[in-house]
């Protein structure tokens, strides 16, 4: 009897090795003969048994495709040799992937015809096919929502921007009727494959509902399922600062350093972070992973509305930095309303809304060296108007950090600005789309 490639032997009640297995190396060894790989993920995953993902044929035809697309996306334009080069894959499986990518529309080959100086073929360069994918982001905020249309090689071909309303379905319906105007003026996309929403707040991405939030008065409003009926598109859901995460890791400046492991700190009204993963988003056991803000950092602190006191939100949002700034003036001294209205008078050497700001960024400082002890990520990138002052905020939280970190390794990290100046959770929206086209699955 043969189980699990094992002689189980029934005289002797036991597993007997056949004498033909290679001693020289681990059967982990000799099942992953990408060694890159094997060291990269040391197999630390313990396999989905509830949502088993099997490695067939068709889903290792997925990734295959899915890799050579991401490396598209990233290198192009660029040759079938190339592509072997970074991706390990024989030329015969990328002559077969390249030839149904073709087929499919998703890809194209250019400048053929030319030949080199002593007469042969050169390679043909591929790139992405810009038309074949539409794709909707919504980046809904308190005040403003942007409604974008991007193409495959993520171009912005058009955008329109409204007053967000406080009654959720009247305004998503308003936003529904948009796109499928834009539909219409863009016929020539040959496919729209959905729409990314980033929301301001608690958004569980499961049942694709956003919960609640500070800044705007909707509550339990089923997202999703509302966006969906109204426009015949799949819809999907995050909130800004996970939504910011994901647009930093495809297609910030960690991109092209490969950064697989990053924090995203949110600075707006209040503080929300964004956690990815090896790669991938982490949104923990009941989808709201990154509510970080609400990390209490002085327990004899102000009262926060979350029911705890002192929580780091209280001391780094914008919200803190504008009263930090209203408080310095004094009664009867001049009043902003707006982040951005301040960062223009730091940049106009203004010293309360300097000293404000200053202030904040120790906060910052002192919650992000407690993220990075935690977290240990390659790279944080803090997004938000405050990150306008960096040459103000950065040697500050720069100083935080070195002074807490545990790890010595731990100052090796980061700490960027994002890479997006107007509107991360926008670009983010569009990602989030780009990521079910282009994201492989864990597989087992
Ligand atoms: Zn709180």
Redesign the pocket.
């Known amino acids: 009897m043969k189980e699990g490639g094992f002689n189980l032997s029934p005289s002797r009640k036991r597993y007997v090795v056949p004498s033909e297995v290679d001693r020289s190396k681990t059967l982990t060894q000799q099942l992953a003969k990408n060694q890159t790989l094997q060291r990269r993920h040391g197999f630390t995953r313990k396999p989905n048994l509830a949502d088993v993902t099997a490695a067939g044929h068709d889903m290792l035809r997925l990734v295959n495709r899915r890799i050579l697309l991401s490396i598209l996306s990233d290198r192009q334009p660029i040759s079938r040799a190339e592509i072997a080069k970074i991706s390990g894959l024989n030329k015969a499986t990328i002559s077969t992937i390249t030839g149904e990518l073709l087929k499919d529309a998703c890809i194209i080959e250019e400048g053929s015809g030319r030949t080199t100086p002593i007469g042969g073929k050169p390679p043909t360069p591929l790139r992405l096919n810009a038309k074949r994918f539409g794709l909707f982001g919504v980046d809904i905020r308190a005040d403003e929502t942007v409604l974008a249309l991007c193409d495959f090689n993520n171009r912005i071909v058009s955008r329109v921007s409204f007053e967000t309303g406080s009654v959720a379905s009247s305004f998503l319906n308003k936003i529904a009727k948009e796109i499928r105007k834009f539909r219409s003026q863009h016929d020539s996309f040959i496919e729209f494959p959905g729409i990314g929403v980033s929301l301001p707040g608690l958004v569980d991405n499961q049942s694709g509902k956003f919960l609640l939030s500070v800044v705007l008065p909707w509550r339990d409003v089923p997202v999703v399922s509302l966006l969906e009926k109204a426009t015949s598109l799949p819809v999907i859901i995050d909130n800004s600062a996970r939504c910011s995460a994901l647009a930093e890791i495809w297609h910030g400046k960690a991109q092209y350093a490969h950064v697989r492991d990053l924090l995203y700190v949110g600075v707006s009204t209040g503080l929300a972070c964004g956690v990815v993963i090896d790669g991938g988003l982490y949104r923990g056991g009941n989808n709201t992973a990154g509510q970080f803000?609400?990390i209490?950092i002085d327990i004899n602190g102000p009262d926060?509305?979350?029911?705890?006191?002192g929580?780091?939100?209280?001391y780094a949002s914008d919200k803190a930095t504008l009263k930090r700034y209203a408080e310095l003036r004094g009664p009867n001294g001049k009043r902003v309303s707006t982040m951005r209205k301040l960062m223009e008078l730091v940049e106009t050497g203004d010293a309360a809304a300097t000293e404000a700001v200053r202030e904040t960024a120790r906060y910052l400082g002192i919650g992000i060296t407690g993220l990075i002890n935690g977290l240990d990520p390659e790279v944080v990138v803090i997004g938000g108007e405050i990150t306008k002052g960096w040459g103000v905020i950065e040697p500050i939280i720069v100083e935080e950090t070195k002074r807490n970190l545990l790890a010595p390794r731990a100052h090796r990290v980061a700490i960027r600005p994002s890479a997006f100046e107007v509107r991360p959770s926008l670009k983010g929206a569009l990602t989030l789309i780009q990521n079910s086209l282009l994201s492989v699955p864990h597989m087992g």
Do not use: I, K, N
């Open positions: 803000g609400h209490p926060c509305r979350c029911g705890q006191r929580c780091w939100d209280l």
